[in-house]
């Protein structure tokens, strides 16, 4: 399969752990997405990466709240301390960076996160 | 701020029946358009989009999209739909100043009866 890849797809952690989440996008595509999404809702933007550098952040990125994609290939995704209304569905999406500002996002199948 | 609102939550139709869902969003500059979907169990996938020229788009599966500037719109129609259609249907839009995010609205699921 050569989509977007999503690890873990379900994690269940206790109020105050940290959390890490890994996106592994299309292989030529150089813009990464994370969105979260909540139930009833869209997703939500967070952050956006072009290769290696964060361009755009979401007020919704809390401090406790950082990604990072160390050589503009796989990205990750850290919570600090979660909060049970960090419990969504986050999910990575990436793109080819073409004439236009914008180009297909294609979504992986997401990281279900559960605080308790 | 940009904002996208979706008018049905939930749709219910039988096979055959015509479909339109309502978008609407707010912003004032030129914006890129889309509608997604996720049918159950599968990731989000591209339905159609909407950058310049034609205002009327088609989409994969027989679905096409009317964008009406004036009215800030971008309906989701198809003629005739199918039990396969059941899925969940989320409009987007991304304001066209060369900046990344994207902004979904609450999203629409639709049961198709058999």
């Known amino acids: 399969d050569t989509g977007v890849s999503q690890d873990p797809r379900h994690k269940i952690t206790k109020r105050g752990q940290n959390v890490t989440f890994r996106c592994d996008p299309i292989?030529?595509?150089?813009?990464l997405y994370w969105y979260r999404q909540t139930l009833g809702q869209g997703p939500e933007f967070l952050t956006y990466?072009?290769?290696?550098?964060?361009?755009?952040k979401s007020r919704l990125l809390s401090d406790r709240f950082s990604a990072e994609r160390p050589k503009g290939s796989f990205s990750t995704l850290e919570i600090q301390r979660t909060e049970q209304g960090d419990s969504a569905m986050y999910l990575c999406?990436?793109?080819?960076?073409?004439?236009?500002?914008?180009?297909?996002?294609?979504f992986g199948p997401g990281t279900r996160l559960t605080v308790l | 701020a940009q904002s996208v609102s979706q008018h049905n939550h939930h749709v219910i139709l039988s096979e055959a029946a015509s479909l339109e869902l309502g978008c609407n969003y707010s912003?004032?500059?030129?914006?890129?358009l889309f509608w997604y979907v996720q049918y159950p169990g599968q990731h989000l996938q591209l339905l159609l989009k909407?950058?310049?020229?034609?205002?009327l788009v088609k989409g994969i599966k027989g679905f096409e999209a009317e964008f009406i500037k004036s009215k800030f719109s971008f309906n989701l129609r198809k003629p005739s739909v199918q039990w396969s259609d059941t899925a969940e249907y989320f409009c987007?839009?991304?304001?066209?100043?060369?900046?990344?995010?994207?902004?979904f609205g609450a999203g629409t699921r639709l049961f198709v009866k058999a």
């Open positions: 999406a990436s793109s080819l960076r073409g004439h236009s500002s914008y180009n297909e996002q294609f």
């Open positions: 292989s030529e595509h150089n813009r």
């Open positions: 990466f072009q290769n290696e550098a964060q361009l755009e």
């Open positions: 912003y004032g500059g030129t914006v890129n």
């Open positions: 909407y950058f310049s020229g034609d205002p």
């Open positions: 987007a839009v991304n304001a066209n100043t060369g900046g990344f995010k994207t902004i």
